[in-house]
Each structure stands twice: as C-alpha cells, then as structure tokens.
C-alpha cells in the first residue's frame, strides 16, 4: 500500500506542478475569468457586464489618473464579467464586496450600465431569491484574491480550455480587461458577428423583464461602493440600432440613472450620445475592441478627471 | 455524479482512502462501506430512485432464496417467473410504456380509427437496463444450480448497486462479482496500479476521443441536408470513434475504479475496431451484454443447434432484442435487423467462429487480407451506426443518400485533432491488443509507463472537453 499511495502521491505532484505552472503563466489564455480571481483585493474597480470587461482597459485609467496628480487609490481592476453572469442584483454585489478591500478610503468605481442589467430572466422568480446567474462564476467563488486560485478551477473546471495555451482568440489580462485577438475586420465577418448579436439581444426582449429586486440591489450597492470611493455611471458607446432596440425595451432607462446619479451626487457619462460615438470602434455592434477601447478608456479617464476639477 | 467530473476525481480517492483504512479487517464493513458509497453515488443522480433499485434488489434476494428452497420444479418455475415479470416489467415500464403506447395509437390510425393519446412524462432511472439484467441473471442462475443464492441482504445488494458499474455496467453476472463479495478484499499492488492505469485510458477516450469526435458528429447529424456528402461520410466515421471512446471510456474508469476496491470486472471491450467480421466485432464489443443475450435468450432458443430457420430466427431475434435493448425507437429495431442481415450470411456459410483469436497473433502487422477485413467490417458497421445514431429511420436513409449523392466537395471544417487522437488510439490499442486493456503496460521499462501517463495526462489537459455525460446512460 506504501509504495502504491507512493506512486499516485508522485504522479498527483507532478500533474499538479504542472497545472500550477500553466495556471501561473497562461491563465488569462485558457479561461475568460480566471485572472479576475487571482489578482489581490481591489481598492478601484470597473464593474459591468462584457461591454465593460472588453471596453475598459484598466491600464490606460490607471496611467491617466496617475498622471493627473489625482489621489485615487490604484490599481483599478477590471471585475466586469458578462450579462449572464453580473447583472445588477444581491449576488453580484456580495462578490464586489468580496473583491473590495474594505481599508480603501479613496477608491475610485465604474458601474457600466444596460437596461439588462437590471432584469430579471422569464423564468427565475428574484422575490424568492431565485437568480439565474447564482452558479456561475463569480458568484460561486469564495476566494477571489488568491494566485494561484485552485477554487476556481475546482468550481469551474468545465470552463476552462487548456488548449488555448498555444492559440486564443480571448486574453484575458492580469488586471481583468478582456483583449479580443484576430478579428477578421472585414465587413462580412463584422456583419455576421453583430447578426448574432442583434438576435440575440431582440431574444432579450421576450424573455427579460424589469425587476425591482435588482434596482434595490443597485441602490444599495451605490451606498457601499460611495463609503470607500467615487462612484461613476457610465453607458457604453454601441451601435445605434443596438441603442434603439435597448430604447425601446427601456425607453426611461436614461432618464431612471440621470435620477439615481443626481439623487446620490454621482456622475453619469453617457457615451451613447457623444459627439465621437463613431471613434470607438467595435467588432459586433456593442463590444468595443481594442483600438476604440483606447479612446474610450481615455474619453471615459478624460471625464472622470474633470468631473472633480 | 460522472466519472469525468472534479467531484469524482474528490469522491474516489476519498472513498478509496476510507475503505482500506477503516474496513481492511471486516468483510462485513467493506460490504456495508460500499452498499453505503454506491447508494449515496446513485442518489447524487435522484434519490428518488434509491427506492426502485432497493425494491428490485429485495425482491430477487427473496426470490432466490424462494427458488432454492423450493423442492418442485413447478415452484421454482413461479418463483423464477416472478422475477422475469417484476425486472422486466420495470424495465418496460420506465423504458417503454410510451414507445408501445405511442406505437399503438400510430397503428390504431394506420388503420382508420382515431385514437389519441397524451404520452406520460415518465423519467427513465439511470442504469435500470443495467441492474435489472444483473438481477435477473442472478435469479435465473439460482434457478439453474449455477449458483447458490446469497445469505447476506448486505452482500447482494452490495453486488447489485456496486457503483463503478452500477450506471452503464458491464453487465456482471452474479457467478463472477457476488462471490468476490464473499471473501474479504485485501488491496493488491499490482491490480489496483493496472486499474488506475486502465482509468487513465478511459479517461483519455471519453474526454479527448468521443467528446472531441462529437462536436463534428453532432454538426453532422443536426441537419444532413444542410452538410456536403465528405463531412457526413466523416461525420458518420467520427460516430464510430465517439460511441466507442464513451462506451469503452466509461467501462475502462469502471473496471480501472473497481479494480482500487479488489475487485475484477469482466473485460468489455476487447478492441472491436481490429475485427475481422461482424462475429468478431460482438464479440469484442459490449461483450457483457453480448454474452448476457447469448447465455440468457439465444441458447435456450436453441442457438444454431437447430434447423436452418430456427437458427436465422434466433439470429433476429437476439439482433432485434438487443436493438431494442438499447431504446424506446425503430430506430435502434432497424439497427439490430441490419446487424443480422449482415451476421446471416457469415453464419450460413459457416464462417462466424473463424476469428477466434485476436488479429495478427503472432506478428505485428496483419496481412493484406487481414487488413482488408477490417476495414470492410469498420466501414459496414459504421454505415449500420447511422440508424444508431440518426432521430428516426428517414433521417437515417436521407444521411446515407447524401453520402451517395456525393454533393458538395469540401470535407468541411476537419478538426485536425480528433484526427490526431483517433489515430494515437488506434496504435497504442494496436500495439496492446492481446492485453486487456489499452493501456497495460505495466511490465514495460519505467520511462515508457511513466513518459505514457505524462503524455496522456498532458493531452487530456490540453485536447480534453467536458461533457456533462455518457452516451450510454439513456440506455
């Protein structure tokens, strides 16, 4: 029995060495939230849906605030995930408080907002607790500031793709920005890709409906947020039919943040009506990429920064 | 709970740990250990079904004790009869009330009179095609003298339930596994290190072999009509290597994991791919429930110890039975004919028992001949498969029409590593095939076995795909 429990115990340590090892180095490569676990307690964070963690390049905020002079306490971090998984709602807020360091004082905090950030699916009741999003990460995380982060891979193992190590379409970087590598830019692909986009999001329109357990979630998360730092509301720039099909599920939308940003003295950057909507360039309709992501993040630093002048 | 789950990969050491640490002195404790262990792995899929499995395994503890103690022969027949009814009455139940109801009504309105009928939401218990043949075959052995009926409640519903291959077998008889439950394990180097090894190689043909494989089938067989006549060819080709990765996976983690406990399950799959003719390949494929129809229906038919119709009677039979074994759809009846369609003609000319022996046993190479068998065999099954795998008998007929109509020339969007893995399988069960497993390399030099796990866990890393189950468990 010594010598089996010997020659397991040495193959499990050297599959585990290596594991370990490609976690280390290629995590952004193999899963499209991993790194967001591994990086220590936020003291900054951009907080979303996709639009956010492909659009906001926590990098270009941190070197632009850094320059300024201003003393917000860095690094930004990244914690935006998709809209399956980080609508606004109790689930979502208890992981933000998880990943907040809680000595932060002078914080500084994006909220990246949609109409589908607050709803709820058809078939899940939120005034019993039900949330469609409750399994999937990050919500099924404990430990959300540990490297390497064994948790996550436990949980989550079916989300992983190893083989990306050697070819990714997706790098997810250390400080939670998601890059989207090879993009075809012609107009084919990029039609093709917003097609199924706007299927999608014409989808939403039948099954999400408007939930005021959400909206509750988000004011109180605004109290949290505001006792460590500034809060931000921003609106992506997309695509104006994209915007229409949003305006008409939600045509109060606007009009409902502009009031909670009032109501709380935060500031509220609507970048769906700026003049250079059109510079922020992205690949299906919604999701920036990386060129107009720089804009955007630098705009986006440019507003925060003179907000407080 | 599945095999190729992270909650498996934390259960099995765990239960493994457990078991030789705390039971190693008890017979009694191991048994209860592992009636425990497999009851709790079986409720991690519905607890509800706890219940059936208990029921079915305490009717035939009593029927077999019932069956022995009886001095007629007209007693134990009833007693044996009872038995037939209540496993297969289960089996029919869950597995098949609505095809024969909805069969009914298509027939009642074939004719000209209107029925209608609201098929019933029955949940077909994962494993019930399992576990009620290895009931049976216990009572019916009881019946037979081949075995004496067990003293111990603990011990045979232990043997019913064990649970590496209490979900998609193999089928063990009671004459091999309720014995081994009769005397005391004590833990064997050797068996337990070939079981983990035989593990690994199931692991690597379910998640890098089938479920790499099955996003090209799956695309195939959405909508044949929408695919060009290379891609269903490859598509059905790629079916082959997705069923037997899945099936023969899961029965290598099975035998592998039971092997941990002290136990030997009977070998499954004794790679069917290298057969020569459709004989062989049931011989080597499934064998567990190949032997199970052979012991159990077709020798008491008579099997080919009768007059020629008999024996092509018996030969559909055993086809068609076992087509419908595996589901509640012609689709699976119309496989089974064509398998015997195909078998006929090797059995009338007496040439159905001419590959006994593995191919090539005495060189590494086949012949030309040899080579060509198989190949012919591989392709014709795979053909036969389509019926396996497509919705209904048309949509099987429309996928081998397209094939033939030879439309569109691309082979579509070929994954070069489905390829690539296929044909690692092929040649390391080829260099092992007189082994009882792909993977029993144990008396090789210790780089070969230790470069192998490496490899093969280092592959399963990178090309390995999560699934959340096994083809055979809607069986």
Redesign the interface.
Known sequence: ?K??IK??SL?LF??FV??TA?LLKYGGNIDHFYNKFTTPKAKSMILGDSRAMQGIQPEILNKAIKSSGKDYELPVYNYAFTIAQTPMGPPYRKSILRKLDKESKNGVYILSLTPWMFCSGDDYNDDLGEFREQDQPPHNMLYVDVNPNYEYI??N??LFS??H??KTNYLLHKDGWMERKKLSKDEFSFNSRKKVQKDMIVDFLDYYKLSNVRKQSFYDLIKDLKEHGDVFFVRSPIDLDILEIENKFYPEFDNFIDSVAISNGIKYFNFTRHPKLKEFSNYDGHHIDKKGGELFTKALADSILSANQ | MIFNS?IFL?FLPIVFSIY?LLSKKSLKIQNTYLLIISYFFYGCWDWRFLFLIAASSLIDFWVAKKIKASQKKNTKKVFVGISLVMNIGLLGFFKYFNFFADSLVDLFNLVGFHADYTTLHIILPVGISFYTFQTLSYTIDVYRDKIEPSNSIVQFFAYVSFFPQLVAGPIERATNLLPQFQKKRT?E?DK??DG?RQMLWGFFKKVVVADNCAVFVDQAFADPSMSSSGELFVGMIFFAFQLYGDFSGYSDIAIGSARLFGFDLKQNFAFPYFARDIAEFYRRWHMSLTNWFKDYVYFPLGGSRVGLNKKIRNVFIIYLISGFWHGANWTFIFWGFLNALYYVPLMLSKRNRRNLEIVAANSFLPSFRQGYAIFETFIVTCFIRVFFRADSIEDAFLYIKRIFSFQGNTWGNLDK?SIAVIIILLVVEWINRKEQHGLAIGNRPVYIRWGS??TL??II????K?STSFIYFQF
């Open positions: 029995m010598k089996y020659k397991v193959f050297v599959c290596i594991l490609i436990l949980r193992l079916n190893f083989r190590v050697f | 992270v934390i030789w833990f180097y337990a290190a983990m590593i796990y490496m866990f280092l890393l990178f090309f390995g999560s």
